[in-house]
């Protein structure tokens, strides 16, 4: 997700963490954080306030929460676009294969990209199974089999009769 969306959900959650607190939730550098902190005080997203001479204070304000709402909203629309676009790209795929395909294998790490496109094989009504390894492959009957990655390289992977589609390479 976004990095200001990523600041501006730590102040709001605790509006007592340092810049260096900020970094280490976000994963952004120090420097970074500050930018885009000194960035949101000019836009008036956070309001500073020093508590000592050396502390200070970063409240989300007003302005501040609407906008994390309206990145928040972005990001949604975004991801569905996407998921959408995978489902439709996928049933492409499957189309424009000369003999009809009843199983595909989803051969990637089990993450996100594999439980949409499992939610996609759902939806066209396609038997589907899962491998994480080259392994995993070994002695799979490539009739009517179509294997699916979403990993850079994996398309090259040759296997017996198998064809192997890199769904990003579509997207």
Not at 11 to 21: A, C, G, M, S, V
Not at 23 to 32: D, E, F, H, I, N
Request: glycine share 8%.
């Amino acid at each position: 997700m976004d990095s200001h969306y990523a600041v501006l959900d730590c102040l709001q959650r605790n509006d007592k963490l340092t810049q260096r607190d900020i970094a280490r939730y976000t994963g952004l550098s120090v420097g970074g954080v500050n930018l885009l902190l000194k960035k949101m005080v000019r836009k008036g997203l956070v309001k500073l306030e020093k508590v000592n001479g050396r502390s200070l204070r970063y409240i989300l304000t007003p302005q501040g929460m609407a906008e994390k709402t309206r990145l928040a909203y972005q990001y949604m629309q975004s991801t569905y676009r996407q998921i959408v676009k995978t489902g439709r790209v996928l049933a492409e795929v499957v189309a424009e294969r000369p003999e009809p395909v009843e199983r595909i294998i989803f051969y990637g790490p089990r993450d996100e990209v594999l439980e949409i496109l499992k939610i996609a094989a759902g939806n066209l009504h396609i038997k589907h199974a899962t491998a994480s390894c080259a392994a995993d492959l070994a002695g799979i009957d490539g009739r009517n089999t179509l294997v699916i990655t979403w990993q850079a390289g994996e398309e090259y992977v040759v296997l017996q009769g198998i064809e192997v589609v890199n769904i990003i390479d579509r997207l």
